[in-house]
């Protein structure tokens, strides 16, 4: 469809259907910068997607958080190629006229503001269009309310559909927004098979098939980047896409696979399954625990398919089956095992390793794989009796499982677990270890965990490139696909072009293969889905914190983890010591020997509050799908993961003051003295550095011409600066060195 120019509505009563969008104020005083003068109250957005037509609408509240009243402009940065022709701005009724301005006109008017306030934080979007408005009064402690209304034509490549929206100006904001929420409301002509947010975690309700309503929604916080939505239109029993980054030709790429069931296709391809439930019945689950554990249970009971099959196992320093084998899913059998439930109480040992045994031998051999089988393993202890070393246990385990091929789900209870034991178990056993803090309720985990494994589609599944290398994938062991699920799959590819992918798996219980074309890309802009870079890093860098936890540390491990976490600006409670003012990171030495003892640490915590806190941590970077936020000017970036039991416990985010992320460029900035360090140079000795840097003036000619030739993602660095600071960063293969204005 050709881009046209779209009359554009802005007003201020509510009305149906309104879908809201984002700006920003600009005090006119010079003095006043455009922080720190006003707060968003609430930001509403939402769009529905039409044919690749986004229809948008904003609704927007802004309140003074100043004594007096200030005059204020309102800008709202336009995306590139947008089909916005006209907005209009009212505020207490009273219409607030303005006009777009395109391309240089814009330009020039981003770099008069950063002039003005000697603040870089607008070079952002020095390359987007412009909507101004003439000045308007705001009074202090009252909110203006702002609403918007605009078309957008959105992104197409090849068969994949991108929505965007420019949320992060919210980033200005003084304080926190009570309530900032996206809600993207797509009606294809095809089944979508695909709803994934690089950007932002997002809920996704499946309407129908060609209908997907997909929502972020956030309170008392500020997001600090762009939403991004990507969707993916199949007629195919399973969808499945791969997106591709290769920032540098002649080296290895990045893929992300995105892979699910058609909704509509997939109830008929419903796998019945074999479940065995084994609870742990020792006195340590005593009271609440047992109470929960067993009211959560009834509700995986009633809710197994018509053709499931199942068995539950009591255990303690005995073990104790409710059926011989595994018994059909009928109201009599169902009964029988609530009654079981009813009369167990919570006393003696823990023998794990004799409950897998009987739990894998109930559930029988895999036959003809017309049937999945799953083993559901609650404990919250230790093993105590019986055979109790963790070989053992993990090795006749998986010699009793070579036959019955069960994915065993293993979820650890409080913090008197042991995590390596639970993580091996699960990883093993191709399943999923997970865990559940200490006061945690533990019915509603449970629930939710059955909840993602009761409709099994395709299992087994096998993922080839075909004649395509491909190396470091994560997850290592690929998950079965479920009703309503999608796997996320990165990895690193060696040849570009084009290629097929191949999926391969048991589909509604019988052998079948999925074929899709794929490009993979020979050389990728800075914009496409660089993300695919970070989300593979992340994955990597859990991938090794979990060789240390599981098998012990090694300086190639260390190594890697140390270069990994410098270069992309992940932190982690196990690489803090990046942030810290006083490592030199071009000290190979240095960083090895700090990055030793956290590893230390990490293998010698696989009990109590730490141990769980570290299974945790190492979880939420093996499983993420969205990239590492952007930081906040003059904040820092958020820490990965939690350095402590209290903070884990409250879900604290421990922010790092001395790192800056820079999501649109996967890499970091680090602060030493009064410079930042671009990571990407990092290595390199600071005075060196110096020596070699082109020294730029901010704010200088010079300063705007570069800025001018920047791109987005270049101008991303210079708007973190703050008032005298200075920079070394390297932008398209020159080092510069940014100085503080005078």
Known sequence: MKLRMIFVMFFFAAAAGIVRADGLLIPIRPDLRVRNSWAVKYHKVHIKVRDQVADVSIDQAFVN????AIEVQYLFPIPPAAAIDSLTLLVDGKEFRGRILRAEEARRAYEEVVRTKRDPALLEYVNYGLFRTSAFPLLPGKAVRVVVHYTDICKKDRDMVEVFYPLNTEKFSTLAIDEVEVRTDILAKSPISSVYSPTHPVNIDRLAPEHVIASYKIERQIPSDDFRLLYHESRDSVGAKVLSYRPKDQEKGFFLLMASPTLGTEKTAIVPKDMIIALDRSGSMSGDKINQAKASLEFVLRNLNADDRFNVIAYNESVDLLFEGLAANERGNVDKALRMLDRIDASGSTNIHDALTAAIKAIGPAGSGKRSKYIFFLTDGLPTIGLTSESAILGDTATANQKAKARIFAMG???????RLLDRLAGENRGVSSYVKEKEPLEAKISSLYSKLKNPIMTDLSVELSGVKTSMTYPEVIPDLFDGS???MVGRYDHPGPTDLVISGNYG??????????????ISDKFSYAFVEQIWAMRRIGFLLDQIQLNGRSGEVVDELVRLSRLYGIITPYTSFLAD?????SSMTYLRREGDAAARDLSANNIGGKGQLNASNRLTLNNAVTANNSSFAGVGSAQIGQSNVANYESNQTERLANVQNLSLNNRALYKRGRQWIDSTVSDRDISTLNAEARPVAQFSEEYFRLAASNSIVDNQ???MQQPGEEMIVSIRGQVYRITAAK
């Open 486 to 488: 999608q796997l996320i």
């Open 717 to 719: 660095i210079l708007a």
């Open 581 to 585: 003012e006083r490592t030199d990171l």
């Open 509 to 522: 219980g019988s052998s079948r293969t999925f074929h899709y074309p794929v490009d993979l890309a020979r």
């Open 65 to 68: 958080t100043r004594a007096g």
């Open 413 to 419: 209870i409080g913090y008197d677990v042991n995590v």
